[in-house]
């Protein structure tokens, strides 16, 4: 064997070694119902996080599943099950150590509404304290409402029935992204923005056993799309303005 034919052999060896782990391995994203982000329709999974996902893992050429389910679910999954990633996930102190992330899907801040009309008006977090709050169990938002010590937290299973509570007025102020605020104000929703609760990067969370490598190619598809202006034109197909990036 020539030099030339050794190196050629040696180098498909290590392609082989390298690809092999990668070629067994199958990603399960999971995640909630929070259009634009990800949403059903028609049977259909999509959102600007879902599409985005979809671009990544064509790039990557990993396998890969989607399944939408309760958030307290999908997070828990996410957390103790291998090769399972969650999304659309606001990355956090508290999650921090616990996944592997890849990011930014979308930039947010995060603001607490009222039903409009509501006599509920508070103009500072602290005034906010006075009024019942809902929110999702085990949704970033009720980490930072407890971590600001917000004593009156309605605990729902998962956003919709949260929404459903405060145009009852079963609660009495609820925190979400200011993007699905706008989408919900487009679609004619009878709800009014009262404070800035956060700033959020929300990304891809995946379980501690995702290979490493898996996670470089899929942040390379992530870079690649925000690079060349894909992300944007997402962002703007699902109704979210380039200025509230």
């Given amino acids: 064997m020539t030099p030339r034919h050794a190196l050629a052999a040696a180098t498909a060896l290590l392609a082989l070694m390298t690809a092999g782990p990668l070629n067994a391995t199958e990603i399960h994203f999971v995640t909630e119902t929070y259009p634009p982000f990800n949403f059903m329709d028609q049977q259909t999974l999509k959102g600007s996080s879902v599409d985005q996902i979809k671009l990544i893992m064509k790039d990557s050429g990993i396998g890969y599943s989607m399944e939408i389910m309760p958030w307290a ?46 006599q509920a008006a508070p103009k500072t977090l602290d005034e906010a304290k006075e009024f019942i709050v809902g929110t999702q169990r085990d949704d970033f938002t009720q980490d930072i409402l407890q ?99």
Wanted: hydrophobic residues 35%.
């Fill in 73 to 118: 679910r999908a997070l828990a999954l996410a957390t103790t099950q291998e090769d399972y990633c969650v999304f659309t996930t606001v990355h956090n102190a508290e999650r921090d150590a616990r996944f592997k992330w890849v990011e930014p899907l979308l930039k947010s801040r995060t603001l607490l509404i009222r039903k409009t009309g509501s």
């Fill in 147 to 245: 971590d600001n010590h917000f004593p009156k937290i309605d605990i729902a299973t998962d956003l919709g029935l949260t929404m459903k509570k405060l145009m009852s007025g079963r609660i009495d102020l609820m925190p979400i992204s200011d993007k699905y605020y706008e989408k919900l104000k487009r679609d004619g929703a009878s709800i009014e923005a009262v404070l800035t609760l956060a700033e959020s990067t929300y990304s891809i969370a995946c379980n501690k056993s995702v290979p490493d490598k898996a996670i470089d190619l899929m942040q390379q598809g992530l870079d690649k799309i925000i690079a060349d202006g894909t992300q944007d034109r997402l962002f703007e197909a699902y109704g979210l303005s380039k200025d509230t990036q």
